[in-house]
Each structure stands twice: as structure tokens, then as C-alpha cells.
């Protein structure tokens, strides 16, 4: 890998000189799917922009977390922490966000609509927030599409953190809140009209880290010193069975997972399952905790929940949705395995014969076709080096000298390939604005090459005058190719910085061999722990880790990439376990190992 530092090319009509002596075309690019069968996480919305109390002007950054996806009369609705507003949606990939402010008095403050309670009662939709005073009334609306609101009660008098609330098939209604490492999520039933409390609050559970590893808090579940935070209920009723789910150890950490616990009614008892319920620490963007579980128009489940970064502040956090479901026996799970690739959306409404209905949740299997492949770029800023724009880590990211419209950075897939989707995923460096801004648009033209001289338009967003911090292009029509390379046109402020350049296609080739020599040492001192190893595969860049209680419930998956061994740190202690491994690479996936079981 190496860097070129060279001046902005002079621009031509229909075509321009590269700044390496091949040529730039910008006749006929190819189109973006217009309406996209896939999307790809973190989600693509126009996250707001936070301030760091007593920090530099570094330290400001894009953030939300804590979200609730309802579906009302055919579309998503999307709402999240401290957004001063919400976001709908007709295809569960367009979203279009709402002004809305919800906390009296009504100004901007920083915890605005903090950890939102979302939930609908016949043909109205209902918004809580957090809130330990009583100036945070409930809101009903038969219209939130068009932002027409009214207060259901001016206050509501539990109050609490990270509230949720339930609507049971008899009628009744349930309040659960909690955010605490010293007490457990709280529940109770209120009145449905009055919205007045039921008896008392009940204990709901509290976490058990000395038996379920996951649980513990930190980065790698080695600060025994610290208690975990639990937080971020949310309930789900299946076939007869209540399913209290609940965010923990910690937002900031990559194993920021949503357990759940399951009961026959809906304040319980409830008996906790074994594996963490959504659950990615591995991969470009880690971490899948606070979040909810919806089903699709279609009847297909799906969640949503919290992606941390956390490296301007512990509250740096995006938003991912997941397929999820129940099997046979009733356990909850949800998939992230390639959970940052593309995958399928649901299917459209109004369509009957709609194919995408079936492939609704399903992986694409496009692979990442540029992981740690050389780069070149126009300058870089200080040590934002031209390699963090593809190795695979959310956290870390290239910047340019400056947002000027000229700057680049270019990607060599390293073999002819078939690149079907491209995300572009900015970074903010150097931003000099906060909250939600009007004109805050990104522009930039994406090339490709077959020999990195001759350059033709690929995708042209020129004119567009949308935010689009994650931005994802599906391709009406696949390219065969070998380079690419984004060329900056206008960026809403800051520099011009990438925390992913990330190509998806296949490539051409063989898929990798099958792992070998796959070993599992659970630790007699603490069964909570084991230590995976295995021989490296010389044609993989990257490994799927799958794990579970059972040899047919492997529903934990753990994406690695170049290395040849794991450390597992989130097992029940009290139950065997079963893992198995496939190797990646940019044209596939191998064969999964037999699956081993370690008691």
C-alpha cells in the first residue's frame, strides 16, 4: 500500500485527464438500482451531530441509539435517542426523517426523546421517552406521517429510563423500564385509557454475569471490578409465551448484545436463554444491543438495535436492523452472521406475486471484495492513514487534507471482478456544526476500471442534495471490473474521510478450502470462557465463528478476519456447548467444519 499526493486534476466537459496519465469518462454511467431489492448496515439515515461537553472541535460526531421500528398502517416507523425528530419509511430502505419535538419546553436539548417507548393501540401510535420528571407527556397520533400529534396525558407518573411498552392480545397494557448496574428492569400493568398504574412495580430480572459470560462488562469481559449495565426492554409475545428482552453489559463495548428472558405471562417469572438473543462483536460494525423486535407487513421478524463506535465519545453509536425469528422449539434468535453485508429487504406492499417476499432476510451472497487491498488517494491528513478505508473496523478511518471537491481516494480489487454494491461509509473529522442542520448533503461521482488507466462513471451524485452518512448502492446491473475510485464533489462539513470503502460482488474465483485442525478449549476455572485455534486457510481472509447450545441452535455467530484464533468469553456455565467454522473469501464461503462440542 502507498499513498500518491497529487494535485486536483483540471476538469474537462464529458471527460478529464486522471491525475496517474489514464483518462476519466463521464459519459453513460451505469444506474443505481432505484428501487433496491438489498440494503446493507449501519443504516443510511441522517444521523444527527453531538457535541462533547469540554472537547475540541474533534470530538464532534454523528450519533443515536436506542431505536424502535413499529409497523403502522404499511410503513415502518423509526425512532431513536435524541434525534429531534423521527424517520418513515414505505420499503424499510428509503427513510424520510420528520421534525418533531416531543420534551417540554420544546427546544433542542441534548436529551430530547432519550431511549424511546413506541408502541400502537388499534389505529393510533403512542410515544414515550425517558424522563424522571414530569414534563414528558405521552403523545398519540392517527397521522404521523404528517407530523399531526397530540397529548394523550400532559405527564406520565412512573417515569423512568429506557421505557417500553406492551399492548396484550387481551387488551391489557404493560410498562417495563430500567437502565442500572445496581437494579434490575422493572415492570407493571397501567390502565390502557388513563394510562394510570396498576398495583406496583415488579422486578423483572436482573443479570446473572457470574453464570452467563456475555453479560460481563467490558470490551472483552475481563473488568470483573465493574457491574453491567442492564437497560432497554422490550417485549414480544410468540405462540402463547412473553419474551422480555433487555440490553447489556454496555453501549460502548462491541459485545453490547439484547438477551431475553422468556415467561407465560407478561410480568413473569421468566427463565432466561442461555446465548445472547442479538448478538454481533465481530465484523466492520460491532454490536447489537437497546433495540426492538418487529415483524415486517409480511410477517417476518426482524430487530433493530444499537451499533457502537465509540471513539469520539462512548455514546458514538449507529443503528443496524437484522433478520430474527423463532424456531421450532420456540427460541428467539436473530441472525448477524455476514451482518454487515448485503442482505435482502422485505418485499414491497401492493405487489402480489413479490419474489423478494421469500428472499426477505436472506444474505445476499455478495462478498467484500477489497479487504486490506492496496489504496492510493489524493493526501492524507496527519495519521488517518489511506488503509483504515478498508480494514474492516468502523473505528478507525482515512481522511483527506480537506473537503475539497477533487479529493479521492481509489481501491484495487487486485483481479477482474463482479461488483455489485458499493458502500461508502463517511467519517467525521472536523465538523463544524451540530444537530440536525438543513443542507446537509453529500456529492461525489464513483469511477471504475478495468486497468486503472482508462476510468469510466460508474454512479453520479453530482447534484444529490441528500445526508447520506452510509451510503449504499445497489447496481441496476453489475460491472465487471478491477478499480474503483470516489471522487469527492461536496461533503456537508469537515474533511473528506472514510471509515469503509467497502466493494461487494464476487470474485471470480474459487471459493476458499474448508477449515482444518479447528480446536475449542473450554477453561475449568471459568466455563464462561474458552480459547478457539485453528490452522489458517491460505485463500480466506476472514472466519465465521458459529456457536450455540445445541448441534441444530447454532445462532451466535462471530465474524474474524486475519487471525486464526478467538477468544470466547460469553458461554453459559452451566451448559456444553457446540461451535463450528467456514472460511471466507472474496468469491464465497466454505464448507462448515463438524461441529464440536466442548463441555
Not at 173 to 191: A, H, K, Q, W
Not at 227 to 250: C, R, S, V
Not at 253 to 275: E, K, N, R
Not at 552 to 577: A, F, G, R, W
Request: net charge neutral; proline share 6%.
Amino acid at each position: 500500500m502507498f499513498i500518491v499526493i497529487l494535485p486536483v486534476p483540471q476538469v474537462f466537459p464529458q471527460s478529464k485527464v486522471d491525475n496517474k496519465g489514464g483518462s476519466l469518462s463521464d459519459r453513460r454511467p451505469a444506474l443505481p438500482n432505484s428501487s433496491p431489492r438489498t440494503y446493507c448496515n449501519p443504516l443510511n439515515i441522517d444521523y444527527g451531530y453531538t457535541p462533547i461537553p469540554n472537547f475540541t472541535e474533534w470530538g464532534r460526531h454523528r450519533a443515536t441509539a436506542d431505536p424502535v421500528i413499529v409497523t403502522y398502517k404499511g410503513d415502518y416507523y423509526l425512532f431513536s435517542t435524541n434525534q429531534w425528530g423521527y424517520w418513515w419509511s414505505s420499503d424499510m430502505s428509503n427513510w424520510h426523517f420528520i421534525s418533531r419535538l416531543f420534551l417540554k419546553p420544546y427546544h433542542k436539548v441534548y436529551d430530547e426523546l432519550c431511549a424511546p417507548a413506541v408502541w400502537v393501540q388499534g389505529d393510533t401510535m403512542f410515544v414515550f421517552g425517558s424522563t424522571y420528571t414530569s414534563n414528558f407527556p405521552i403523545w398519540m397520533s392517527t397521522n404521523p406521517k404528517g407530523n399531526e400529534w397530540k397529548e394523550a396525558v400532559d405527564s406520565f407518573e412512573i417515569g423512568g429510563w429506557d421505557p417500553a411498552f406492551f399492548l396484550d392480545d387481551d387488551g391489557k397494557l404493560y410498562m417495563y423500564n430500567g437502565s442500572s448496574n445496581r437494579y434490575p428492569l422493572y415492570g407493571i400493568e397501567v390502565d390502557r385509557k388513563t394510562f394510570d398504574p396498576k398495583g406496583t412495580r415488579k422486578e423483572m430480572y436482573m443479570l446473572e454475569d457470574w453464570r452467563y459470560g456475555w453479560q460481563r462488562f467490558g470490551e472483552h469481559y475481563d473488568n470483573t471490578f465493574l457491574d453491567p449495565f442492564i437497560e432497554g426492554a422490550w417485549m414480544t409475545k410468540h405462540n402463547g409465551k412473553y419474551y422480555l428482552q433487555y440490553g447489556a453489559p454496555g453501549t460502548e463495548f462491541s459485545g453490547y448484545a439484547d438477551g431475553v428472558v422468556v415467561g407465560d405471562h407478561p410480568l413473569g417469572p421468566f427463565t432466561p436463554q442461555s446465548l445472547p438473543f442479538s448478538f454481533k462483536p465481530g465484523g466492520f460494525a460491532r454490536g447489537a444491543g437497546h433495540g426492538a423486535t418487529f415483524k415486517d407487513p409480511f410477517n417476518k421478524w426482524w430487530h433493530v438495535s444499537t451499533i457502537a463506535i465509540s471513539v469520539k465519545n462512548n455514546f458514538e453509536r449507529r443503528i443496524g436492523i437484522w433478520p430474527a425469528g423463532f424456531d421450532k422449539d420456540d427460541v428467539m434468535y436473530m441472525n448477524s452472521a455476514f451482518g454487515d453485508y448485503p442482505y435482502y429487504l422485505p418485499g414491497k406492499n401492493g405487489s402480489a406475486n413479490d419474489t423478494n417476499r421469500a428472499e426477505a432476510g436472506v444474505f445476499t451472497g455478495w462478498m467484500l471484495l477489497n479487504y486490506n487491498k492496496p489504496v492510493t488517494v489524493s493526501s492524507t491528513l496527519g495519521s488517518y492513514y489511506p488503509n483504515f478505508a478498508v480494514d474492516e473496523d468502523i473505528k478507525t478511518y482515512w481522511s483527506a487534507a480537506s473537503g475539497n471537491k477533487g479529493e479521492w481516494i481509489s481501491t484495487d480489487l487486485g483481479n477482474i471482478a463482479t461488483v455489485r454494491a458499493i458502500q461508502i461509509n463517511y467519517a467525521d473529522q472536523d465538523v463544524d456544526f451540530l444537530g440536525k442542520t438543513k443542507d446537509v448533503y453529500h456529492q461525489y461521482k464513483l469511477y471504475h476500471s478495468a486497468d486503472g488507466k482508462k476510468w469510466t462513471l460508474l454512479v453520479d451524485k453530482s447534484n444529490n442534495k441528500t445526508d447520506v452518512p452510509h451510503e449504499y448502492i445497489e447496481l441496476q446491473n453489475p460491472v465487471q471490473t478491477r478499480y474503483l475510485k470516489l471522487e469527492n464533489i461536496h461533503m456537508p462539513g469537515g474533511e473528506f474521510a472514510l471509515s469503509g470503502l467497502r466493494v461487494f460482488g464476487n470474485g471470480n474465483g474459487s471459493k476458499p478450502d474448508s477449515v482444518k485442525q479447528f480446536v475449542v478449549l473450554r477453561t475449568e476455572k471459568d466455563k464462561r470462557s474458552a480459547w478457539l485455534k485453528w490452522s489458517p486457510v491460505d485463500n480466506a481472509y476472514a472466519y465465521n465463528i458459529y456457536m450455540g447450545i445445541a448441534p441444530d441452535k447454532l445462532y451466535n455467530c462471530v465474524m474474524v478476519y486475519s487471525s486464526n484464533e478467538y477468544y470466547c468469553k460469553t458461554m453459559d456455565k452451566e451448559k456444553p456447548y457446540y461451535f463450528s467454522i467456514e472460511a471466507i473469501n472474496e468469491n464465497g464461503v466454505s464448507a462448515r467444519t463438524k461441529i464440536v462440542r466442548v463441555d
